[in-house]
């Protein structure tokens, strides 16, 4: 998928506009399962590297991304339940190892992740509150 085409990220553009995240954007899943994987950037972008919306039972562990700017956060999550990320790393630094949206957000928990890569482990917003998060490794 070349998003770059236009702007957009289909044939279809008036149904799809820009994606999210510049890496992975998962919507609607049960299920996801990242294991040692890398997303790297050819030129500069503001969004994280995975976007999840209104999805379920995601592990996401090894995963480096390049943030830049280093103001984005690696992983934005809105609405999402059974979060578990470990092993996360960011080059450069992250302004976030995730971004946490959504009132219904729900039993996310963090690992040990790369120290010192993120500005905060979580930053909360359109609703989300540190009772979605269950456990939080630093």
Aim: glycine share 8%.
């Amino acid at each position: 998928i070349d998003y770059r085409k236009d702007g957009y990220w289909t044939d279809h553009k008036t149904t799809w506009g820009v994606p999210p995240a510049y890496g992975l954007y998962a919507r609607h899943l049960n299920g996801l399962t990242l294991k040692n994987v890398t997303f790297q950037l050819a030129a500069p972008d503001q969004r994280s590297a995975i976007f999840c919306s209104d999805s379920a039972d995601i592990q996401i562990s090894g995963f480096k991304a390049t943030c830049n700017p280093p103001t984005t956060a690696v992983i934005t999550a809105m609405n999402c339940n059974g979060m578990q990320l470990s092993g996360l790393d960011a080059s450069p630094k992250a302004a976030a190892l995730l971004r946490l949206e959504g009132a219904s957000s729900s039993g996310i928990v963090l690992g040990p992740n790369r120290p010192g890569k993120f500005a905060k482990n979580i930053d909360y917003a359109n609703g989300a509150t540190k009772k979605a998060v269950l456990r939080l490794d630093r």
